[in-house]
């Protein structure tokens, strides 16, 4: 009900797809791929811009929450268009202890492989993925830009990977 | 318009014995927040809160859950843990109010004046302060929130449902009122 506005949102890659990898610089002289983290879950957190109220908002509190995402093994990678010395910035302005990958060129390129890029804004999606550890999509979503999605679907998606036994 | 694809409730029900609670059990409408005590949004808020209680009286019961988000708020957690401890001498409401009324004073030093003021057991305060005696309850009370759907600073719930409507006076007054009239 906070947001009344018509927004056109795009289907995110759907559960069940396998992860399309990508190789992303998180610092200067660091690059974080995906197929690293196979064997243990990932939780890919688009988000529009750094610096804007609600991303900073919903990154500081997954610095928050992340004790509980590593007790299920998950591992938390932020992306966004910014480069990277945005994302130091940022990351120190905010005490945020998790990779920001810079999505930045070609610009959006990952983004787009997830479907959750905003043509029109340039940026990407507010969007979530929980990938398992074989690299599976298992739960994905797409908040409302201006709308914090919290932590709940996380943390209920990596539950339920456990039931499935599939980590 | 729904903005997640589940309906977020309050996943720990108000208790009693457990919950720092303003009003009567019997009330019909029962207003939770999680709100973190160095957020200035928590801290407009605050004289809103007063408001409404003022104005729906016995009718509306108040709760307070704790929700700090340390990453942005560095005193958060030992003003949760100070207002805890004056909890454990009967006192939370006090300092709960003393720490919105001065949010931009939280250093250890001025909670400890705070209890000072409300005439606690220094002794034991320190003594809490000092072995972090609440954290285990605070964090409680986060993921609580955190698995309700708390998605910043304040979230309340109605009746159990989160209001995802602005939280300015007339707003939170009618989303209550309503509330309370279908619960009648």
């Not at chain 1, 590593?70 to 938390?76: I, S, V």
Request: proline content about 6%; glycine content about 6%; some cysteine.
């Amino acid at each position: 009900m906070t947001d009344s506005r018509v927004v056109s949102q795009a289907t995110p890659l759907p559960p069940g797809t396998e992860a399309p990898d990508f190789e992303l610089a998180s610092t200067p002289d660091q690059k974080v791929s995906l197929s690293e983290f196979r064997g243990q879950p990932v939780i890919l957190a688009f988000y529009p811009e750094d610096w804007s109220p609600v991303c900073s908002d919903q990154m500081a509190l997954y610095q928050e929450v992340l004790p509980e995402f590593r007790k299920y093994g998950a591992e938390l990678l932020g992306i966004s268009v910014d480069g990277i010395w945005s994302h130091l910035a940022f990351a120190k302005d905010r005490n945020l202890h998790f990779p920001l990958l810079a999505d930045f060129e070609p610009k959006g390129e990952v983004a787009r492989a997830y479907q959750a890029y905003r043509d029109k804004e340039g940026t990407s999606e507010r969007a979530l993925f929980v990938i398992d550890a074989n690299g599976i999509v298992r739960w994905s979503y797409v908040s409302p830009v201006g709308v914090n999605p919290g932590a709940d679907g996380i943390l209920r998606a990596l539950e339920n990977l456990g039931k499935e036994g599939t980590s | 318009m729904s903005t997640t694809q589940w309906e977020a409730v309050l996943t720990m029900p108000v208790a009693e014995d457990r919950d720092h609670i303003q009003g009567p059990p019997d009330a019909a409408v029962t207003l939770v927040q999680y709100g973190d005590y160095e957020c200035p949004y928590c801290g407009e808020a605050y004289p809103i809160i007063k408001e409404v209680q003022a104005r729906l009286g016995e009718s509306l019961r108040f709760v307070f859950r704790n929700f700090p988000i340390t990453t942005s708020h560095p005193h958060a957690e030992r003003a949760a843990e100070a207002a805890e401890s004056a909890a454990a001498q009967g006192r939370f409401w006090e300092m709960h109010d003393l720490l919105y009324e001065n949010q931009k004073r939280l250093s250890d030093e001025a909670l400890r004046a705070y209890a000072e003021t409300l005439e606690l057991d220094i002794e034991l305060f320190e003594k809490e302060m000092a072995e972090h005696a609440h954290t285990e309850r605070i964090h409680e009370d986060f993921m609580s929130g955190v698995r309700s759907g708390v998605n910043g600073t304040p979230t309340f719930y109605i009746n159990g449902v989160r209001h995802d409507d602005s939280y300015e006076t007339e707003v939170l007054l009618d989303a209550l009122e309503r509330a309370a009239a279908e619960e009648r």
